[in-house]
């Protein structure tokens, strides 16, 4: 396959960074590909493991000449990344990213990117609980979906050239509005790693600390929890800040629904739960038939 671009930078290369990085060299989609990040040690690592052609911690000299630009750091830092990197962008390059949360995204990014440059925000629905370079694999997208969150006035060739590239990274691309999509994510994945968070921390401050006997006998369902639990706390710290109101809507309707099962327990009031279990179960066997669980 020729490749779809000369040069591609990296913003940022930990675990989305350095993923992006060896599935593209994987698919052979780039001549060059480099990057950049906050710090030394990082570089080094990314060095190190061969992520891509070079890696530095400068992160206009890395966007210089580029025809894609990836940014992809923590959301908080996506403002500032795109206020670096504004000056030495090639006219025509493609400028995207990867956060979890889309519109605090855009509204950060946007006023600092100059005419000419066409910004198309992105999300891989893929992720571990692993983070920084060492956790980056060529895989990780394969199968997954990747929602692109074009804007009103983003230029549709350069929409669809980014959907190629994803695709060719693996995965499988849909379009939503961005205060839609993080709507959507708030229940199907901010508030299960809030609630992860939340069980973990509880079970915690019961036991004083994960004692023996709660690590012995976690049954799936925490040890689940624990694995959710031990994601990158920068990087969730920022999702839930900038995806703040969609986030307070469905934990308000959850602690309801939490209330309800709660009075249900409360006064043996079995039929409830029994329903609710069903329902559920439902909801499961249809995902797998979607084969997406
Ligand atoms: P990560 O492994 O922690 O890597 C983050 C990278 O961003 C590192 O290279 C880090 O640099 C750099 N960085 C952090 N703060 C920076 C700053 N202020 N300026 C410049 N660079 C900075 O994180 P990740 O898991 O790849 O996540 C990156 C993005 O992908 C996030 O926006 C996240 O919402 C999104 N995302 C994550 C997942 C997931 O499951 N992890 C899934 C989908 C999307 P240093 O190490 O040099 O500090």
Redesign the pocket.
Known sequence: MSAMFDKIAL?????????IALAARRAGLAKKIV?????????ET?NRLKLVDHCG?D?AAACEDADLVI????????G??AK?IAPVLKKGCIVS?????KQA?VDAMAPHLPAGVHFVPA???????????E??FAELFDGRWTILTPLPESDPKAVDRLEAFWKALGSQVDRLDPAHHDRILAITSHLPHLIAYTIVGTADDLGGHLNAEVLRFAAGGFRDFTRIAA??P???R??FLYNRDAVLEVLARFQEDLFYLQRAIRWGEGDKLFDLFTRTREIRRALIHLNQA
């Open positions: 913003v940022g290369i930990g675990l989305i960074g350095g993923s990057a950049a990040t906050r710090r030394a040690e990082t570089a990314a911690t992160l940014v992809c750091t923590p959301v908080g830092a996506c500032e990344a670096a990213d990867v956060g979890s949360v995204v999300h891989p629905v893929a992720g571990t609980e692993n983070s920084g370079p956790a980056a994601s990158d920068t990087m969730w920022d999702v």
